[in-house]
């Protein structure tokens, strides 16, 4: 036996035990000639104590830390003066047999130091052994268990979908994988088991989930991994109510599991709301400053900047910043920052010895006051405001300056759980010049919206977003479960029938087959966890992350192949690139 | 709402309550005008009945089976005559409201029908829909979770590590993925997570473990996929016994999950003595008839065919076959398998009259009457006997005779579990003329073997199999923690440095840096569930697989791709093939 304890476990009622424990060697203290060696586990750390009365200074010179020991000793009481508040701080262990059972050479770096991710990344089991990246992984694991054991609670059965599936390039790129027993073919790796979890309902299944990996070949961002994972849930015969709820207490339950409430009840909001409030579809509501509409303000100014914008049908919008700095370096700054979405520039007034200042105070004195007024601004605090024809990318440009300046000032604590509701069906890709579905084809459109004649592009979908803090960290929708009604819904998003039955051919036989009524939702576990543990970066809840550019810096993943892999499969690379 | 009470839910003391169910129209009957109809969903089946009093006959001869109906009525006992002893056989639902919700066209089959897999597989969400296919859904679900909660209470952690991987071609072929971003390199998909569970425990994690899906580029045969799923397991500061113990603790947990005892302890063979008594490393004892040596009976024989192989160094083994159909046709066939595996034929003879019967009964009377003796046959017993110089062969050739004879005559029960130990650390592969590691090369050999001058081939390895009824349902072993022993193994596989170095480097490095020693097992979860609910196929208990070609014939992957898609990843489809 290696252990009769681990290093996080014994205690003052232990006194005079013999036992045996087996670690790293976490720190080396030298005190008069006695070494301390304390001795680290996945569970805690261990005092020991190696007395050179006992072992020869050839035995002790060469213990050096992050070496794997196995030591044998008796279990006594620390001195008062030596006791701390750690879980096994009042006692240590006095060492009678010591075992060297693998040698560490010099590591790059210690667990926990402050080292570039590059260099923690490339020797990720170093890292790994940090309490705080040990505690990532298990909060991780805690929240996945929770979620199974909660879903299984209410009736949902996890099925697994196959990872070697179709490519249907609608939506992301695929990750293709060729086909060696049928060659000149190929395997998509899922960007999320959709089609088969609606198939799993046509099969009556009822309630499915699965905890399951996603694949999306697209140009990573820092919160972007070519691999995640998603809690992807389907459920039949229900409404969006049912989602939703059933949602709630999921999500819910799986932070209450890693010692987080969240409130009983998530507020919603329509996707216009969170646009004309926040400029975004996932708001954090928890910096305040509430875009608002300041049009009515306007209506009489001669200021060129915003009567042209006004006279052209365009909107004027702001928000009260509060007590933040401002000087006309502060404000170009703000200004270049919304001229990136296209803007004009920034207006601004602070509220500074009982009267407005601000560069453009001559034009708008008037028209500031009233909005000091009615806005219930305080000495010192600060007004922004921007002016644009097109409202939407004004909300945008001003919803992305509010988070910069509540990021740099607002400090945030708690968590804001909501919903966003009533999104459109459709959004225009500039790209391809065409309109797609927001959230996916499969969404089902409110079919009122149709049948009061609203024009397509005008369409609410019967889909939600769960937002936290910021993050979309779920969204689904109610499904088409009409056959008529997809094959409508591809043609408006631009496919032909032909290649509506050659990408989703088998879908839309089965839905003749009797399909009920159904719905679902996915989270993404990866960020759930990110929220639950306070980080923003989702590299550090993955064991074995991909940095930006794909790669593993572990091992090497990807790299080159043999010839006679390649061969076996029947491709080639491409001779240019 | 779109039910109130699913369709195995009402019972007898739901009497008079106004419900609504909905679900799939199963059974309609027509008695006496009125229509009896049988609505199915996950839960169960109840019984509706539709009377044309109340719904113009319109309505109710637009209904078929397999459409998805949602009706509201009134819960009723059923006449005594009618009571039938399903869950629900006591009570039917008297109609009032009926609405269809997706009308189905004629199915190519209805759920349950036995038609060809090929059909089942193009239209799985039809085979579904019936109750075994969802029983075995269902059954490996809970086998699934009782496993996670298992492992969850004995401290494992369930770590995610990526699909996305390094191609590290030794043991089964990869699939590749080819990366965009690098291109002309690719990713592998992990044939298991060996090397990542591994650099796990040199992190520290200490007990690892994770339902994961593994890959393999194999022609495919009946029991394999190119995807499947395992229990992997990692464990740190263990020895062989802890790593026994923990996996019987849990396989017993996951059985008894699905209401199957198994036994508490499961008994222990060498892989010798599995060879030996039933010629494989997987035995199903259930069968009896162990392999038994014969040379003894045959010392002074001069019958050519045993003579000569015994002259040769060779070996005569039997088993008795106990009450079968013998006859010369019969002997001929066994003969044919037999030399199938190159033997020369098979000698047998039978207990009958108080004689003994055979072909070959003038040359080796003797020896056969002694047999019946030492064996105890009775009357109408077989024994069968084969001789071979190749005493391995010999063990395989005749240890399958043994399981298709137990398959023909012997109706087994129950479930027969143990352990296979004590494994040779290497195999002698024919196709590539080499020693190969006979689990994998991180298997820690018996260093004792090693230190008493064992030849390398003749080393066994701290490896274990897990058994049950003939399949092996799980595999492991201790692993080198030391990176000397292991560029050693990776040397007598006959790996260069530089190999090494190329394909295992970062594995390598990794274990300069403090290494618990540590060990672990894989199960896979395909198989334990067809043993638990008693299917030989595991596509049964796979919700979409593939067939033996790789296909699936559900969406049709794998299929052909754009040019673009192709461009993208910097491959091209060979010219020739």
């Known amino acids: 036996m290696y252990r009769t304890h681990t290093c996080g476990e014994l205690r003052v009622s232990d006194d005079g035990k013999r036992v045996t424990l087996a670690g790293w060697i976490d720190r080396i203290r030298d005190l008069g000639g006695v070494k301390f060696l304390v ?46 508040s750690e879980p096994t701080g009042e006692i240590e262990v006095f060492v009678e047999e010591l075992k060297i059972l693998s040698k560490s050479a010099l590591p790059p770096f210690y667990p926990g130091d402050d080292v570039s991710e590059e260099l923690r990344l490339r020797y990720r089991y170093i890292d790994l052994r940090s309490p705080r990246m040990l505690n990532n992984l298990l909060v991780r694991h805690k929240m996945a268990l929770a979620a199974r054991e909660y879903l299984n609670s209410k009736n949902f059965v996890e099925i697994e979908t196959p990872y070697l599936t179709k490519s249907t390039p609608e939506g992301a790129r695929d990750f293709l994988v060729p086909s060696r027993l049928k060659k000149g073919n190929f395997y998509a790796l899922p960007q999320s088991p959709q089609l088969l979890k609606q198939i799993l309902m046509i099969s009556g299944l009822d309630r499915y989930f699965q905890i399951v990996r996603c694949f999306r070949d697209e140009d990573l961002r820092a919160d972007r991994q070519p691999e995640f994972t998603q809690i992807d849930i389907e459920m039949s015969f229900v409404h969006m109510e049912d989602v939703m709820e059933l949602s709630e207490g999921l999500i819910r339950h799986i932070f209450k599991s890693v010692g987080i409430e969240l409130p009983e009840k998530f507020d919603r909001i329509t996707y216009e709301e969170a646009m004309e409030k926040y400029g975004s579809d996932k708001p954090d509501r928890r910096y305040g400053m509430e875009l608002v509409d300041l049009a009515k303000y306007f209506e009489n100014t001669d200021f060129k900047v915003v009567r042209s914008v006004l006279d052209a049908g365009g909107s004027v919008k702001g928000f009260k910043a509060g007590k933040i700095q401002m000087s006309r370096k502060i404000a170009d700054e703000y200004g270049e920052f919304l001229k990136n979405f296209g803007l004009g520039g920034v207006l601004w007034f602070k509220v500074e010895g009982g009267s407005v200042v601000s560069t453009t105070s001559k034009f708008l004195e008037r028209e500031y006051q009233a909005i000091w007024k009615d806005f219930g601004l305080e000495e010192g605090d600060v007004f922004i405001l921007a002016a644009h024809d097109d409202r939407e990318r004004l909300n945008e440009a ?57 024009e397509w592009p005008k369409v609410r979908a019967y889909a939600y977003d769960m937002v936290i803090n910021g993050f979309e960290v779920g ?73 930006s550019s794909g790669t593993c810096l572990l091992t090497g993943a990807p790299s080159t192949v043999s010839p006679k892999q390649l061969e076996e499969v029947g491709i080639e690379l491409r001779s240019e690139s």
């Not at 056959?483 to 088998?506: C, M, N, T, Y």
């Open 39 to 84: 001795l680290r586990d996945r569970y805690g750390k261990t005092q020991l104590v190696v007395n050179p009365a006992v072992f020869p200074q050839e035995v002790i010179s060469e213990l050096s830390r992050e070496d794997v020991v196995q030591v044998t000793g008796t279990v006594r009481k620390r001195p008062p003066e030596a006791v701390t």
């Open 398 to 454: 001003l919803g992305a300056l509010r988070l910069k300046i509540g990021k740099e000032y607002v400090k945030v604590s708690g968590f804001d759980a909501l919903w966003v509701i009533d999104f459109p069906f459709l959004e225009y890709n500039q790209e391809e010049q065409r309109y797609v579905a927001r959230h996916h084809p499969f969404t089902m459109p409110h079919l009122e919206d149709l049948e009061r004649g609203v």
């Open 475 to 547: 969204g689904g929708s109610i499904r088409i479960h009409d056959r008529e009604i997809q094959e409508k819904v591809f043609e408006v998003i631009g496919l032909s029938k032909d290649e509506a039955r050659e990408k989703f051919g088998f879908f839309l036989e089965a839905l003749q087959y009797g399909v009920p009524p159904h719905g679902g939702i996915a989270f993404g576990l990866d960020r759930l966890v990110s929220i639950a543990v306070g980080v923003d970066n989702i590299r550090e809840v993955i064991a074995f992350p991909k940095t």
